[in-house]
């Protein structure tokens, strides 16, 4: 998904996805990445959220994210193929 540049558009591009599988990146700092892939299931106008599915429990949990956070690219997502 290409990084738009101000809050509304990526607020539009996120809300226009709901509902398809993304490849989330988080950066943790350090030259540190957490790479997960999950689907979004709601927005709201600050956050939205992604629902995630942990391999090792066998369960899904809901991380938000910001939609400043896309913006400073300290979250990155990209679509995936379905």
């Known amino acids: 998904m290409r ?11 996120v809300v226009r996805n709901v509902g398809r599988k993304v ?13 997960e892939e999950g ?10 959220l992604v629902q995630i599915k942990d ?13 400043k956070d896309v913006l400073t690219k300290e979250v990155e997502l990209e679509l995936c193929e379905e």
Do not use: E, H
């Open 39 to 48: 689907i979004i299931c709601d927005t709201y106008p600050s956050v939205f």
């Open 23 to 35: 490849m989330v990146k988080c950066n943790l700092g350090r030259n540190k990445f957490d790479v």
């Open 55 to 67: 391999v090792y429990n066998n369960c899904y949990r809901l991380k938000s994210f910001s939609y």
């Open 3 to 13: 990084q738009p540049a101000n809050m509304c558009a990526i607020r539009n591009t």
